[in-house]
């Protein structure tokens, strides 16, 4: 039996549930039948995955009321309690891995290699906010000569996560866990093209022994379920990863109830390769930040920035390389890419091609449809393109990369920062200065040298200009789950200023 043979055999066992009963919504710590569903299929062959509750406003509204009930007992449990908890969703997590890995990749055409980790990482997140937990309440004293100051922290309340289709797993853990740790309760609204791995996931944290309420997974569409969450006056934040105009969207339907926002959103990040840079390894990383995961990441680098004397062989090296990635069944574990999420997407990504071709960029690889089932296409890059282009502007969010050559270094860091975006930007230097002055002119939130994206989970995590508000990982997104509060305790001996005398 082939490895693709054994993965689809496992797969359909771990199906089998959702497949009988759909995948329902869960709040208050119980399964919720739904008013209404819509279907979730596989990108690799559309075939029906299952059904899949349509969250409605009464189920939103069910969700944050049972989040606000569960909120004072879960605040105020002791921090080493919740770190238990969060250490068992995470052995949780390590057990279904697999089932995990297998189930995203069919709902969402992420290749396996690339998902089986993604499934650990999302275990890391849990830990890592586990170890938080105990220090959820530290303050600080900042005295002064007169007055004692203390701070202390406490949770915001219930807040709202809502996640996109993009490794939607790991997306989901770093989310909620650092919320959970902080002793917020939760409603995730997952996104509406990617349902199966948060069902998964809240499953595993009510097994792990969360109490009801304290996480709810309302399934649904944004304009419904998704608005109506960020518009619930008793959600007091709402942690949103997608694209910009939905961020944009999200705002204006928070402002009557004050919403406090943390947003992930789109990128066109560039990877900028000088001539003095160790042009091999340069090349893997390109190659492999924008056509890993399908292209669909956010952190991808989607335009490469290439110095003109060594523009038509690195391209050319590039090119050949495109055409042999292999592009093929996402359970497959040879495979490098799977098909594109969604028939909405692949026509998204498809009329980029047609764009570039129209506005003069020359197709150096791929661009076409692969075969007649599923939503494959072949790994794409355009050449001699130049910064006004639509393709060199535009979030695509696919297997396609722009090449855009530059002179000098002057010219490098004004294409580099001429789109709306700000997320992140890989430099390919061996000059420490030049990396250096670089970085600090670059505008983006996250900038490597001279590698891919390799992530520290205490390190900020967000862009700049459209590309969000605020700051995932480390003590970042842990803080903004919080409020602060400062107590000043007077010495006694300050004057205190007299009016009426
Ligand atoms: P999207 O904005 O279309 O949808 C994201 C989520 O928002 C979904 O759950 C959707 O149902 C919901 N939504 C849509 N309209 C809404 C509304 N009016 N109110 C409330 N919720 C609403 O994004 P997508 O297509 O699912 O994801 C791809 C995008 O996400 C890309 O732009 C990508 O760059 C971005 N992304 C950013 C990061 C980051 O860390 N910066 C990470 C991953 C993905």
Redesign the pocket.
């Known amino acids: 039996m082939s490895e693709l043979s054994t993965h689809l055999a496992k797969l359909e066992a771990h199906l089998a549930r959702y497949r009988d009963k759909g995948i329902l919504n869960l709040i208050g710590g119980q399964d919720v039948a739904a008013s209404a569903t819509f279907e979730t299929r596989s990108p690799v062959d559309e075939s029906l995955i299952c059904t899949v509750a349509r969250g409605t406003d009464a189920d939103i509204n069910a969700a944050a009321k049972a989040a606000k009930a569960a909120f004072p007992a879960w605040s105020a449990m002791s921090g080493e309690a919740r770190k238990k908890i969060l250490h068992k969703i995470a052995d949780l997590i390590v057990e279904r891995a697999e089932e995990i890995a297998l189930c995203e990749c069919w709902d969402t055409g992420q290749a396996y290699r690339f998902m089986s980790k993604a499934a650990l990482r999302g275990a890391e997140n849990f830990r890592y906010y586990a170890d938080l937990a105990p220090s959820a309440r530290d303050g600080q004293s900042l005295p002064t000569k007169t007055h004692l100051n203390i701070t202390s922290r406490s949770a915001i309340g219930p807040v709202g996560v ?6 939607p797993f790991m ?1 989901s853990t770093w989310k909620i866990a650092p919320a959970l740790a902080a002793g917020c309760t939760v409603v995730h ?5 990617s349902p199966l791995t948060a069902r998964i996931l809240a499953e595993i944290a009510h097994e792990a022994g969360l109490p009801a309420g304290v996480w709810n997974l309302v399934n ?4 419904d ?3 109506a ?2 518009e619930h006056s008793d959600i007091k934040a709402i942690a ?8 944009s ?2 705002m204006k ?1 928070g402002a009557d109830t004050l919403k406090r926002v943390h947003f ?4 066109k990040n560039p990877v900028i390769v000088f001539d003095d840079a160790d042009l091999d390894r340069a090349l893997d990383a390109a190659i492999f930040m924008i056509y890993s995961l399908n292209g ?4 991808s680098s989607s335009r490469l920035l290439v110095q003109e004397n060594i523009a038509d062989e690195f391209e050319s090296k590039l090119a050949e390389r495109v055409n042999n990635i292999k592009v093929g069944h996402p359970l497959d574990p040879t495979t490098e890419i799977g098909p594109l999420i969604h028939k909405v ?1 692949f026509d998204k990504v498809t009329e980029y091609v047609g764009i570039g071709k129209t506005d003069g960029a020359k197709l150096a690889a791929g661009g076409d449809r692969i075969g007649d089932a599923g939503w494959f296409i072949q790994p794409t890059l355009f050449t001699h393109a130049n910064t006004s282009m639509r393709i060199a502007q535009e ?1 695509v ?1 696919g297997p396609f990369l722009t090449s855009i050559r530059f002179k000098d270094e002057t010219e490098a860091l004004e294409i580099a920062n001429d789109v709306q975006y700000g ?1 992140t930007g890989y430099i390919w230097t061996n000059d420490v200065t030049r990396a250096l002055r670089f970085s600090d002119a670059l505008e983006a939130g996250m900038i490597w040298v001279n590698s891919e994206n390799v992530r520290h989970l205490p390190t900020p ?3 700049v200009k459209s ?2 508000i605020g700051r ?1 990982g480390g003590q970042w997104s842990f803080e903004f789950y919080m409020e602060q509060k400062n107590v000043a305790f007077a010495l006694g001996q300050h004057k205190i200023q007299r009016l009426g005398a």
């Open positions: 809502i996640t996109p289709w993009n490794t997306l609204k997952p996104a509406e093209f649904g569409f944004g304009e379920a998704g608005k969450l960020t949103f990863v997608g694209e910009s105009r939905t961020g969207m999200i339907q992930e959103l789109g990128g669909e990441r956010c952190t997407h979030e969010f997320l995590f967000g862009g590309s969000g995932d």
